[in-house]
């Protein structure tokens, strides 16, 4: 599933990033670039349990490329979305932020679902995201 890019307008500025949601025999990947909002949160998300449901598939690899990191607030809101979501029991993600400038503001995410009993990791490269998420693959 290819979900393209969108454009919207945030408080009169033109807010751009892209979306692609595949299966990968293994794991659904979520490969997303650009500026994040609480809606693209929502996008990206109902997208992610769609391609999963479809395929029957717990395991989520996320790569970002963000240039405008989420606000503090709507990074505690993900936990709630992913929630209402149904991504709690099963679900194992790994999340990989290619961008070192906004890296530090992603941990605070992958810090509010670690405390929301969610399986999710941050990484800053994909093998090592790979890794962790099929680490109990028999």
Not at 32 to 42: H, P, Q, R, T
Not at 87 to 114: C, D, K, M, S
Not at 115 to 138: C, P
């Amino acid at each position: 599933m290819h979900v393209g890019p969108g454009v919207r307008s945030r408080q009169g500025l033109l807010v751009s990033n892209e979306l692609r949601v595949s299966f990968e025999g293994h794991h659904v990947q979520v490969t997303s670039n650009g500026e994040k909002d609480l809606a693209f949160a929502v996008r990206v998300f109902s997208a992610m349990r769609d391609e999963c449901l479809e395929h029957d598939c717990y395991k989520v690899l996320g790569i970002d490329n963000t240039t405008v990191p989420q606000s503090t607030l709507d990074g505690f809101e993900n936990a709630k979305l992913l929630a209402d979501l149904g991504f709690n029991g099963p679900y194992r993600i790994a999340w990989v932020e290619l961008n070192p400038a906004v890296f530090q503001a992603t941990q605070f995410i992958e810090t509010v679902l670690l405390n929301r009993g969610f399986s999710a990791r941050l990484f800053d490269n994909v093998e090592q995201a790979i890794a962790w998420l099929h680490a109990d693959d028999s």
